[in-house]
Each structure stands twice: as C-alpha cells, then as structure tokens.
C-alpha cells in the first residue's frame, strides 16, 4: 500500500499543475470533495466529463436566470438585462459602448439595444468622445446609480435562493477552480466574436 503522504504529495502536485497559484486550503477542500465522491465512477471521456460540466452549470444558469428575472420586476429597469449593462457601467466607468458590449460578451445589436433603452430612461448618459468625436462615451447618471443600488439588493436575494443550501467553503472552491476558465476567455473574447467557428476552435486550441 502506497504511502498516505506520498499519495498526498502527488494529489498537490497534480492539483498544483492543473490549478496553479492557488492557497492550500483551496487544495484541501477539493481533495477532500473528492474523497467523498462514490469510489465505483463510470470511466467517463473527457468529451463527457465536459459535457456532464456544462449542463450542469448550464442549467444553475438557467435556475439564476429565472430568478433574476423575478426579482428584475420589483425594480425600475426596463428588462432584467438592464442590470447587467448597469453594472457593467459601474465597474469599467465611462466607456465607449462597444467597451461595454464587449465586456458583457454580448452581442452588437443586442447591446445596442439595451443601451438605447438605459439612455431613453436617463440610467445612463452619453457625449462625443473628445479623442474621436465619431464615438460616444457612456455612464451611469444618478438615477441610474440609484437604480442599481436597488437592484442589487434583489439580485443577491435570486442568488440566496440559488446557492442557500451550498457552503461557502464549497462556492469559494467552485469559484477559485473555474477562476482561470473565465479569465482566459474573457481576455480573448473581444477580438474572437468576428470570427468563424473552425478559426476560434483552432486559435483557442493552440493550432497552427
């Protein structure tokens, strides 16, 4: 029988090589979850392992998604979107709208259209940027301001609802292990969106 510290050893150098830069304790608790996991697992692809991953995460989304919607209806906006170009805006600042639009890894029109719906309520405003008079800058009003400050209150209530019966140990741990996923894609995103599918699957997949 192999050493229980050696096999711990190992497990860290795996873990560290596969989630780089992450706190010890973030470690312990995933081998941990992973010891309680059913020892007879189905021999899975990774083809399947990932697909078994965004379905579930797709469907948490779906969840969240409806409630955030509920709880956009006890709110001022005009959709429930609205809240996500709002706090867009409040954490990039003044910005060209394609900065935004980006951001949200949305798409032209679509952004455009929420943007027009936020200017035509007063949530936000808009100018001609000095360095290019071709362009607008946008931000949030007061109004608007006052508006998110209040929507926040009920988005984090859909995600009370969402996540009540999860630890925080175990939503710090999902956090921290699908951290880099997120990062990577959204430096990589902007300059991606215009592309056909084979050059995006080939780019993000290091091919020549």
């Avoid at 979107?81 to 951001?103: A, P």
Wanted: net charge neutral; with cysteine; hydrophobic share 35%.
């Amino acid at each position: 029988m192999a050493n229980p510290v050696v096999n711990l050893v190992s497990a860290w150098a795996e873990y560290d090589q596969q989630f780089p830069h992450q706190p010890i304790e973030h470690f312990c608790r995933y081998y941990l979850a992973q010891k309680q996991q059913p020892e007879s697992k189905p021999d899975l692809t990774r083809s399947q392992q990932q697909g078994n991953l965004l379905r579930t995460l797709g469907r948490i989304s779906s969840a969240y998604s409806f409630y955030h919607r509920a709880a956009m209806t006890q709110t001022s906006l005009p959709s429930a979107d609205s809240f996500y170009y709002l706090n867009g805006l409040s954490y990039l600042g003044e910005v060209r709208k394609t900065e935004l639009i980006n951001y949200l890894f949305a798409e032209y029109t679509t952004g455009m259209e929420a943007i027009n719906r936020l200017l035509a309520s007063n949530f936000i405003s808009e100018r001609a940027d000095p360095r290019d008079k071709r362009a607008k800058l946008i931000q949030l009003t007061p109004t608007g301001r006052q508006a998110l400050e209040k929507a926040y209150l009920y988005a984090a209530k859909a995600a009370e609802m969402l996540f009540h019966p999860v630890g925080d140990d175990t939503l710090e741990l999902a956090e921290s292990l699908l951290k880099p996923v997120e990062q990577r894609h959204t430096q990589v995103m902007p300059e991606l969106k215009t592309k056909e599918f084979e050059s995006l699957y080939n780019q993000l997949m290091g091919n020549p």
